[in-house]
């Protein structure tokens, strides 16, 4: 294809004389100039490159208004028309040709998205960790007993040699084969690997190298963090035979802590919702429904006690959802802390990885593992984390919008109370009435963009989900939005981060219940961090879906009405995870959920 600069120079200067009107043809167009090409210090101009692609009229772009929204006069769309394939069809060269070109998998776009605006001072200013003074308990004679015991537990006996890490990822791997072919939480299974690194743990252990409280306890990744030399298969069948060389940093961090890998998660296909190429992942409070998702596999291996925790990823609600679902806690850092190097992209400037486990010091001491800088993540930055399990809440301001809280339920309202009870002081907070749903367009253009390749080939069609709210579907729809649009909402985007930080100039952190929309959406896209913690429960008469309704599939009902866990969701000031942990903690303790189970699982 010849460059602008190399047609003008190449057109005969009669015709680059000519003067165009509305009705010229694109071919004509291209001829026309209101400086002759061969002059010396002639810029190139626009409007004048070769004509390319198919032919459009005035009512092709009439049609396409309807998808834009947007309308145009008669007039305009002849000249759109006419002049569409010199001015604007070239520019998707690089996936048309003939000059085409694919991408690195980690090459990541040149803009990044920055939570901390200019001008804006963190709160956290230093490294400090204390844990919690708890002593250990005597070990449970029990196996399921030891399972569901929390990490805090866990690491106080292995690390007093109560019970050995060869013992504990054992009881785990048992309670895998028994119990997850009812849930489907496992892609692969790491069994060999987990005793070999178990047997080492207890070795370095016994030679008084103990490395912390992660060493020797057994988790979970979600399948989109690679592990070298195992499947890493984004739970999508274009993907399932994919196995990497290298660790992803999560993973290569918690190796270093001394974790034992024994299983690679579920998670919904590319990071959508709770179906994979294996099938659905349950629930363990209520089998007759699914885990949510995207983190499907992190939310029902954790709450089943499969593992001793494990990690998951957030884009738009993915820790948050199955958090829920399950009754577990969900941290999702605030965006940049932790490095998704070796991660599945699903979006440059909104996914987040972060660690699902039975209680809310167990979050924080893995989050203590896996937060570091990474130079090979663009979007990853220098950061201090502060945490103390034994400091006080009292006085702390928790913000919170009336109006939610009025919709939401007994739990949510109970939760807020509670602050109150334990010397916080709940604060009305007030959010524009902005359309935040807008902001989604950076999503869909991202996410499309990450996985143009499998969409342009036709192997996106492999996918078990077929419906019009999954991934196949709103990527292909993906290529009509309008990238005037995209740039409007990271201004959208910008103007909602700077109202954040003004309501975090008011309070400590907020208290919204976890699955309200809007909080979802603007959280995700300011980058603040969040924590779901358990409080209660509520009661349901159907089964709860990811998916839009589908009435030749009703979801199931029950009467009686079924129990299954609720909670709330806690967002904290940039960097700032050490607050919503310690407001976390006094709501766990408050009600008193933590060591409620599953029930009918075994």
Not at 16 to 25: F, I, K, V
Not at 33 to 49: D, I, L, N
Not at 269 to 287: E, H, I, R, S, Y
Request: hydrophobic share 40%.
């Amino acid at each position: 294809m010849q460059s602008r600069r190399q047609f003008l120079i190449k057109t005969p200067i009669g015709l680059l004389g000519a003067t165009a009107s509305l009705s010229a043809s694109a071919e004509q167009v291209a001829q026309q100039s209101t400086t002759a090409a061969s002059t010396v210090g002639t810029p190139p101009t626009f409007g004048t490159a070769p004509a390319v692609g198919p032919e459009v009229s005035p009512a092709t772009f009439a049609e396409a208004e309807k998808l834009m929204r947007v309308s145009m006069t008669p007039a305009e769309r002849e000249m759109a028309a006419n002049s569409w394939r010199v001015t604007m069809a070239g520019l998707t060269e690089r996936r048309t040709g003939p000059r085409t070109m694919s991408f690195a998998e980690d090459l990541a776009p040149a803009n990044v998205w920055n939570p901390v605006l200019p001008g804006m001072k963190l709160n956290v200013m230093q490294n400090r960790f204390v844990r919690s003074k708890v002593k250990a308990e005597a070990l449970p004679t029990n196996d399921a007993d030891i399972a569901f015991s929390p990490v805090t537990q866990l690491a106080r006996w292995i690390e007093s040699k109560a019970i050995s890490s060869e013992r504990l990822t054992r009881i785990y791997l048992d309670r895998i084969e028994r119990l997850d072919p009812r849930l489907r939480a496992v892609i692969t299974l790491t069994k060999a690997q987990a005793l070999q690194q178990a047997r080492q743990a207890d070795k370095e252990i016994a030679a008084g190298k103990y490395r912390g409280p992660l060493h020797g306890i057994p988790y979970g990744v979600k399948d989109l963090l690679d592990t070298a030399g195992i499947p890493t298969t984004y739970g999508a069948e274009p993907f399932r035979s994919r196995i990497p060389a290298q660790d992803s940093a999560v993973v290569a961090r918690l190796n270093a802590a001394g974790a034992i890998l024994i299983a690679k998660l579920s998670l919904g296909a590319l990071a959508l919702n709770d179906v994979w190429f294996g099938g659905q992942t349950m629930n363990p409070w209520l089998l007759e429904e699914g885990a949510s998702g995207s983190s499907a596999g992190p939310g029902s291996a954790t709450a089943a006690a499969l593992v001793g925790f494990s990690i998951g990823s957030e884009t738009g609600g993915s820790i948050v959802g199955p958090s829920m679902r399950c009754g577990v806690t969900g941290l999702r850092p605030t965006f940049g802390r932790v490095p998704r190097t070796g991660a599945m992209t699903l979006s440059w400037s909104l996914d987040k990885l972060g660690p699902m486990t039975r209680t809310v010091e167990d979050a924080m001491l893995v989050l203590q593992a896996i937060s570091a800088y990474d130079a090979r993540d663009n979007s990853s930055v220098h950061s201090k984390l502060y945490f103390d399990a034994n400091a006080s809440v009292k006085g702390l301001k928790v913000g919170y919008v009336p109006a939610w809280m009025q919709e939401a339920t007994d739990v949510d309202r109970a939760a807020l109370e509670s602050l109150r009870a334990q010397g916080m002081i709940p604060t009305p907070i007030s959010l524009p009435n902005w359309p935040y749903e807008s902001l989604n367009l950076i999503l869909f253009a991202e996410a499309a963009a990450a996985f143009e390749d499998i969409v342009l080939d036709g192997k996106i069609n492999t996918l078990k989900m077929q419906v019009p709210d999954a991934w196949p579907n709103i990527f292909r729809e993906a290529r009509f939005l309008s990238a005037v649009d995209l740039i409007q909402a990271e201004r959208l985007r910008r103007q909602v981060a700077q109202e954040m930080a003004r309501i975090f100039s008011t309070v400590d952190c907020l208290l919204v219940p976890s699955l309200r929309d809007e909080m979802l959406t603007i959280s995700n896209h300011t980058g603040h961090p969040s924590l779901t913690v358990r409080t209660g429960t509520v009661t349901i008469t159907e089964a709860r879906s990811d998916w839009a309704p589908n009435p030749n599939k009703p979801s199931p009902q029950f009467s009686p009405a079924r129990t299954v866990p609720h909670g709330v969701t806690l967002i904290g000031r940039l960097f700032d995870e050490g607050t919503i942990a310690s407001v976390g903690m006094a709501l766990e303790q408050a009600a008193g959920v933590v060591k409620h189970r599953p029930m009918g699982l075994e």
